[in-house]
T-cell receptor, first 112, second 114 residues
Framework: EAAVTQSPRNKVAVTGGKVTLSCNQT?????MYWYRQDTGHGLRLIHY???????EKGDIPDGYKASRPSQENFSLILELATPSQTSVYFC???????????FGEGSRLIVV | AQSVTQPDARVTVSEGASLQLRCKYS??????LFWYVQYPRQGLQLLLK??????VVQGVNGFEAEFIKSNSSFHLRKASVHWSDSAVYFC????????????FGGGTRLTVRP
């Protein structure tokens, strides 16, 4: 069964609206990550977390917030969505020792 | 700062042919290196990883990669591709310490012709 699940899988939002992308992992990993994937850019890190209650800025954090209320859950929040945030978002969990990441299936967001 | 370059955005090969996907990284220390594969409408899955030791590492489904420090490269190879290998392949680098961030290349879309 899937160890990293994301919801919603597809979302259409209006400019200026609030969007929350949720991620749940059953790997019992301390580390969790949010990436966005855009053609030509590969995956770029938005926010990450080392455990419940912690969030860290990644390489492109502007316009995004993150929340890690528990070991299992990590959310990405767009307070004021813009069309430039149209993308596919991936959540991942990671084992501390080996750096291997385990990805969810992605959330496709369109901001109109 | 670390970075990864995959110079070939798209590669097309015939089924049964050999394959090499190129990856060059930039990192001042000793890197941890990874190849991930993404099938349509799915998340990324680990193919193989290199931390230390034998520079040629074996992965799933007959894939292997060779770490060449002098060239800062970590190219992915397969002796004979199958149509099911069609996917997007990502190379990634990490500093290797606990919780280190992975930096991904732009990806290479592989199409295998039947």
């Amino acid at each position: 069964e899937a160890a990293v699940t994301q919801s919603p899988r597809n979302k259409v939002a209006v400019t200026g609206g609030k969007v929350t992308l949720s991620c749940n992992q059953t790997n019992n990993h301390n580390n969790m990550y949010w990436y966005r994937q855009d053609t030509g850019h590969g995956l770029r890190l938005i926010h990450y977390s080392y455990g419940a209650g912690s969030t860290e800025k990644g390489d492109i954090p502007d316009g995004y917030k993150a929340s890690r209320p528990s070991q299992e859950n990590f959310s990405l929040i767009l307070e004021l969505a813009t069309p430039s945030q149209t993308s596919v978002y991936f959540c991942a969990s990671g084992d501390v020792g080996g750096n291997t990441l385990y990805f969810g299936e992605g959330s496709r967001l369109i901001v109109v | 700062a670390q970075s990864v370059t995959q110079p070939d955005a798209r590669v097309t090969v015939s089924e049964g042919a050999s394959l090499q996907l190129r990856c060059k990284y930039s990192y001042s220390g000793t890197p941890y290196l990874f190849w991930y594969v993404q099938y349509p409408r799915q998340g990324l899955q680990l193919l193989l990883k290199y931390y230390s030791g034998d520079p040629v590492v074996q992965g799933v489904n007959g894939f292997e990669a060779e770490f060449i420090k002098s060239n800062s490269s970590f190219h992915l190879r397969k002796a004979s591709v199958h149509w099911s290998d069609s996917a997007v392949y990502f190379c990634a680098v990490s500093a290797g310490n606990a919780g280190a961030k992975l930096t991904f290349g732009g990806g290479t879309r592989l199409t295998v012709r039947p």
